[in-house]
């Protein structure tokens, strides 16, 4: 065997191989003789038809099989000999078999980018931490109370200024076709004229009434006209929120008074506030990482990321009780491409930066994390029966890899410089706006358009500009190489009431593409 590389990018190569024609004949025979018996060849016996004969009738599967068969064997010697290492599967994009001759054929495939690490150590970063103040404290209590509220009943029945009304509707727009609206509920205010039409109806009445649209309606399509509705009361509750005191903290879980509730609300919300600080600061870090260490990465592995992006939401889609197969996935793909180069990019420029530092987890570390999610989900199973089994999914490797991710995030915090930015609610919400803008590719000043810095974008005459690509931030949390969907080992939610004073953002992963079963690991 002789093997020739040839380089076409940095991720992509192309390995020729040849094969001499003593092996390639010996292979034909190998395959011929196995396919003599299974074939039925009018004449012959089963296994007595002539060489000749299934060399013409079965040239195609014949030749087909010699191929794989070569390919399979010299494809990844030869790659490795010529001192390259496969990540994805070979694409053949020449081929040369005759049986007695040489056999040639020509494969692409990528390998693992070469990262030239940035200067990491020394990072100035700015770390955005939302302040929780009593307002902060209040403000999620009154969420506590509002998530508790009960509806109940109403003993007479009739529906009343205030109360909860679930109820059919039939409407008919003047000059239009009528439609129905099954099991609306309405918070009845009698100030509004619809409304006011069902104040007295009892559960299981039906009224009908008319009623006409001003000529200055929102909805220019039915302002002026008459409408004709017929609606069937189907349900009446009052809503009873509960007063914030000792008892309701008693409601809420484990707290001798309100005291103590309001002391875990404020505990959680500052825990929550740290952890959204930290997300964001890796975030940043990264970002800041990523441009200074611009590299091609493997379209193979990007292509392998979308494949995960997709199976999410087809699940996602699947959930939501809509049919996966309705949806545009190539559409989707286009859409999802730039997360999922970044994605591919983070997982790399990670791994340089652990390999380079010798950052690892030790088994006893994966051990424990795993012993905590027994702990916390009341797992009795053996441990080394559950270990096994997350073995076999490929769920450790996944745990292992998680835990490295954070091992390489914090030790980048330990070298940076870092300062903090207390930001009260406004601030706060301002700043998880820009961030959602700049995700979804929105303009945010004149600056990103390319003319002078300040101002909205938006507004401006001229419109937004043309193109600008969404930049998420996701990563499958994974330091190795496999395949394995499930991820069973995460931190349990705590006992005390969950704090919402700030959506808290995902830290990103060591996102390493995944590869598939034949590619040679990193």
Same mark, same amino acid.
């Given at each position: 065997m002789v093997a020739t590389l040839h380089h076409q990018s940095p991720t992509r190569k192309a390995v020729e191989v040849t094969v001499p024609a003593a092996e390639v004949a010996a292979l034909f025979n190998t395959v011929v003789a196995k396919i003599a018996p299974q074939v039925r060849i009018p004449g012959f016996r089963p296994g007595k038809a002539p060489r000749p004969v299934l060399m013409q009738k079965y040239a195609r599967e014949i030749q087909s099989d010699v191929a794989q068969q070569l390919v399979e064997k010299h494809f990844w010697k030869a790659a490795q000999e010529a001192g390259a290492l496969p990540i994805s599967h070979p694409s053949l994009e020449k081929l040369d078999l005759k049986e007695g001759a040489d056999a040639m054929f020509r494969a692409h495939f990528d390998v693992a980018p070469q990262v030239e690490l940035p200067d990491y150590k020394n990072l100035v970063l700015t770390k955005r931490k939302r302040i929780i103040d009593t307002a902060a404290v209040e403000e999620n209590l009154e969420s506590l109370r509002q998530r508790a509220t009960k509806f109940l009943p109403v003993d007479d029945g009739a529906v009343a200024d205030g109360l909860i009304a679930t109820c059919d509707i039939r409407v008919k727009p003047q000059g239009l076709k009528a439609q129905s609206y099954k099991d609306q509920v309405l918070n009845i205010d009698a100030s509004r004229p619809f409304d006011a039409e069902l104040i007295g109806l009892k559960v299981d009445e039906k009224k009908t009434f008319n &009623?006409?649209?001003?000529?200055?309606?929102?909805?220019k399509v039915l302002a002026g006209k008459t409408l004709a509705y017929e609606v069937h009361v189907k349900d009446i509750r009052q809503k009873e929120v509960p007063v914030l005191g000792d008892e309701f903290a008693k409601d809420m879980g484990p707290f001798e008074n309100f005291e103590a509730l309001k002391a875990a609300v404020q505990k959680d919300l500052e825990e929550a506030s740290e952890r959204d600080a930290i997300a964001r600061l890796h975030t940043v870090m990264l970002d800041t990482l990523l441009d200074a260490a611009p590299f091609e990465v493997p379209q193979s592995m990007v292509g392998l990321q979308l494949d995960d992006y997709c199976q999410e939401f087809a699940q996602h889609v699947a959930r939501q009780g809509m049919d996966p197969k309705k949806v545009n996935w190539e559409a989707y793909r286009q859409y999802r491409k730039n997360d999922a180069e970044r994605a591919v990019r983070s997982g790399y420029l990670l791994q340089s930066i652990g390999n380079t530092e010798a950052i690892e987890v030790p088994e006893e570390d994966i051990d424990a994390e795993i012993r905590t999610y027994m702990t916390e989900n009341q797992i009795l199973q053996p441990f080394e029966a559950f270990k096994a089994e997350l073995d076999k999914r490929g769920n450790t490797t996944e745990i292992k890899?998680? &835990?490295?991710?954070?091992? @390489? /995030?914090?030790? &980048? &915090?330990?070298?940076?410089? @870092?300062?903090?930015? $207390? $930001?009260?609610?406004?601030? /706060?919400?301002?700043?998880?706006?820009?961030e959602r803008k700049r995700e979804a590719g929105i303009p945010v000043n004149r600056f990103d358009a390319g003319g002078l810095e300040g101002g909205d974008l938006e507004g401006q005459e001229g419109g937004e500009p043309a193109a600008v690509a969404p930049a998420h931030v996701h990563g499958p949390d994974c330091d190795h190489d496999h395949e394995a969907e499930e991820k069973p080992v995460k931190k349990a939610a705590k006992k005390a009431p969950k704090a919402e004073a700030a959506p808290e953002a995902e830290a990103p992963a060591e996102e390493k593409p995944k590869a598939k079963k034949a590619a040679a690991k990193k």
């Open positions: &009623l006409t649209h001003p000529d200055d309606d929102n909805n890899g998680r &835990l490295r991710t954070d091992r @390489i /995030f914090n030790h &980048l &915090l330990t070298t940076a410089t @870092i300062t903090e930015e $207390l $930001l009260d609610k406004a601030a /706060f919400e301002a700043l998880v706006e820009l």
